[in-house]
């Protein structure tokens, strides 16, 4: 069995970990989190949303986020947009890559993003028409793709469809996302089977949600498969504020160690990835929730 060589870890902690948080945290605390996760490899730090404080009041100050951190040459600082006007402020602050998102399920559409699938994407392609013109690479999310907590099952074929779609567009990677972690080996492997009829293996990530403890034996079976860009947060941070149950993501210290134990490369220093995850796991006032950073945390903080 022939593994790939090098994973790209895509860091969401300050946007879909901090999102999901009751508290919200000084905007100081975030800037400084994410320089510590900038020294730490990584090659992709998803910085904040632009969504209206209204929905997400945790990542109001995201654009004196953005502008205030220290950005590496080496590091891309994707923004989550969900319309032209979350794109304009991203704009403004002089945002370089972006993330829309849409889901192959219709009411966790109208909860998420009080529109239907279609309307979703008559928005995405406004939004990607006026990034592309501004130079600015877009990453695209589809959410429940394993099952949604309205409607249950979801079908492979739709996702494959709304994937090819999205990179028709000119999405750069489309990232197939757990969001309530119902996924298994065999779901899994069977899923993108069908995404892979419609989107390239090279342009897909996955995004798994460790409702279940399943995540890292659902990201054996995408490395398995091929994939090679793994999405995770630090300390195991996150879940969805519109999908009820759902836990956080895997947790990155986990998927570094894991890889690492695999002989497969990701540039990341494990170290200071733990010294991150308990830096702003104790400004959360909790543990976190990492098995890897539990258990070596102390050893080397």
Known sequence: ??????????????????????QTLPTQVKIDFINLLSDTGLPVIETTSFVSP??????????????????????????????????EAAIAVGVKEI????????QFSQKNANCSVTESLHRIAEVVDRAKKQRIRIRAYLSCVLGCPYEGKVMPEKVGELGEILLRMGCYEIVLGDTIGVGTPPKIKRLLEIVCRHVPLKYLAVHFHDTYGLALVNIYS??????????????????????????????????VHLLNGMGI?????????????????????????????????EAIS
């Open 54 to 87: 209204k929905w997400i009041p945790q990542l109001a100050d995201g654009g004196e986020v953005y502008q205030s951190i220290q950005k590496k040459p080496n590091v891309n600082y994707p923004v989550l947009v969900p319309n032209l006007k979350g794109l």
């Open 265 to 297: 490369d990701t540039g990341v220093d494990l170290k200071k990835l733990i010294a991150a995850g308990r830096f702003i796991s104790k400004h959360l006032g909790r543990t976190p929730q990492s098995k890897v950073n539990l258990a070596l945390g």
């Open 1 to 22: 069995m022939t593994f790939p060589h090098h994973i790209k870890i895509v860091e969401v902690s300050p946007r879909d970990g901090l999102q999901n948080e009751a």
């Open 222 to 255: 995408a490395l398995e498969f091929g994939i090679g860009i793994i999405d995770s947060s630090v300390a195991g941070l996150g879940g969805c504020p519109y999908a009820k149950g759902a836990s956080g993501n895997i947790a990155t210290e986990d998927v």
């Open 99 to 106: 993330a829309v998102f849409t889901t192959p399920s219709e």
